[in-house]
């Protein structure tokens, strides 16, 4: 342990405690289909810098992307999580840019405003049986979706809502999420390299903490469909209250 965390330039009881948020918070993502950027990125910043948490956040999502996703593939609703997920690849871009020029004390707060904005959206009324998105609708996500990838590692705010406040079933909902954050992982590691904001410490430190991220994500996958569809829809809420309500106090710190 000492000689890794030498490797990543990071104390090894701190080591210890990434491996423990990055646990839980892809036990988050395996029971939900989302949260694990949204939860783990503030985390992250309190040990390291918060670009190179941004940029962490989104390898991890690279590496836990292609797990199950064959049967994410079938469950995803196609017609929206494709083009959603390719506008926001093709959009990351502009937030990594955006957050090369950002100091860290801006960053914090705006990555802040992205956590409570997501849990003030999903608690929006839901749509009326039957509701299809239109084009703008999936448009704006897809850019919205993009643009938070590269600047706070976080494609979910806009994407969650989406889902959410329809009436799709839950596994459904959490394979389109899925499938458009293995998306925008993809684009924010090659927008990562392109700006020059992707270290080799950050890759080695995403691949030490792969293991536990696997782990979490594997119980909390076990743990999905075993609750009723409203229960879990509370568990989403609650989640992202618990990352708004986290991100303001560390914020205000």
Known sequence: MT????????????????AAMTFAAAYVRGLTGFGMAIILVPLLGLIIAPG????????????????GIGIIMADADRATAVPIALLAMAT?????VALDATTPDIARLLITLVAVGAFVAVLLPKQP????????????????????TGFAAMPGPPVVPFYL????????????????????????TLAALWVGIATWRLFLLAVILFVPMWLGNYVG????????????????????GIAAVSAVVRLLN
């Open 3 to 18: 000689g890794l965390s030498q490797l990543v330039g990071i104390a090894p009881l701190t080591l210890v405690g990434a």
């Open 52 to 67: 190179e948490a941004v940029v962490l956040g989104i390898l991890l999502q690279l590496l836990i992307g292609p797990v």
């Open 92 to 96: 990351t871009p502009i937030g990594m």
């Open 129 to 148: 049986e039957g509701h299809r998105p239109g084009r703008g609708a999936i448009a704006g996500t897809g850019v919205a979706s993009g643009i938070l």
């Open 165 to 188: 406040r329809r009436h799709l079933e839950p596994k459904v909902a959490r394979a389109s999420m899925l499938l458009i954050f293995f998306g925008t992982a993809i684009a924010g």
């Open 221 to 240: 996958a076990r743990h999905f469909g075993r609750v009723p569809p409203h229960v879990w829809q509370a568990m989403v809420a609650i989640v992202l």
